[in-house]
């Protein structure tokens, strides 16, 4: 049993957090992502008091849910939209400017779970506010040194120019953060994972937040209803394949 389990998500709010606490170690991290949740910690204490000036008074009247464990429980909140933004692993949009810029010049290449660290790193950089906390990250390494966490990568020579990492359960991807240091390199990172984690048995990713940068590379709302019985249904994505490819092949 987890503090997640005595969630009821359908009753939960959609457009705000559905809980407030608990703890951030690796085994909670993926317990919530199996139950369709995802943390947004607060950047400081400023960040908390505002979480609880906001919905204090849902938590009170038990609208949102406060979990056991932590000194504070407003500086980890839980979130599980109602709809959720997913993409079919193949459906990630380039456009037909990419896709020819990577077929005729673009020499990039692109790998998985060869660089998760580096891609965590420059995903947390100059974010503000700062969500990608120390305590996150630690547990975010636990679980991709377990298999679970996954990160794409793109490559410029010896460069790191693009990013994306998330948590994969059962056939779902959920897709936390991404970064670009060329016009374009975190497009091509999604598609790429995209397309490794399809090959391993995959069949969903999700985007978490909807809006219209996820619209343009795919996304389209699917009720969480829906989302939560794909996270519990099919088979079990394998390990992905992190071999180094050229770019050019997903123009």
Do not use: K
């Amino acid at each position: 049993m987890t503090a997640f389990d005595a969630l009821d998500l359908r009753l939960a709010p959609g457009d705000g957090p559905v809980a407030f606490g608990g703890t951030l170690g690796a085994e909670e991290l993926l317990a919530a992502y199996r139950r369709g949740l995802f943390p947004l910690p607060a950047a400081d204490l400023y960040a908390s008091a505002y979480n609880e000036a906001v919905y204090g008074g849902d938590v009170e009247a038990g609208r949102v849910a406060l979990l056991p464990g932590g000194p504070d429980p407003y500086a980890l909140a839980w979130w599980s939209p109602d709809p959720r933004p997913v993409i079919a692993p193949d459906g990630v949009r380039l456009g037909g400017r990419l896709a020819r810029r990577l077929r005729n010049r673009l020499g990039w290449r692109t790998s998985a779970d060869r660089a998760f660290g580096q891609v965590l790193a420059a995903c947390a950089e100059g974010r503000q506010p700062v969500w990608l906390t120390e305590e996150l990250a630690a547990a975010l390494v636990r679980l991709h040194e377990l298999g679970v966490a996954h990160s794409g990568e793109v490559w410029e020579g010896e460069e790191l120019v693009g990013g994306v990492f998330g948590v994969a359960v059962g056939p779902v991807l959920s897709l936390d953060s991404m970064f670009h240091r060329r016009p374009d390199a975190a497009r091509v990172a999604v598609a790429d994972l995209g397309a490794r984690f399809g090959a391993a048995g995959g069949r969903l990713l999700d985007a978490q937040w909807d809006g219209p940068h996820v619209r343009s590379l795919g996304a389209v709302p699917m009720a969480r209803s829906r989302y939560l019985g794909e996270l519990s249904g099919g088979a079990v994505a394998g390990a992905l394949d992190g071999t180094l490819l050229p770019a050019a092949r997903l123009g």
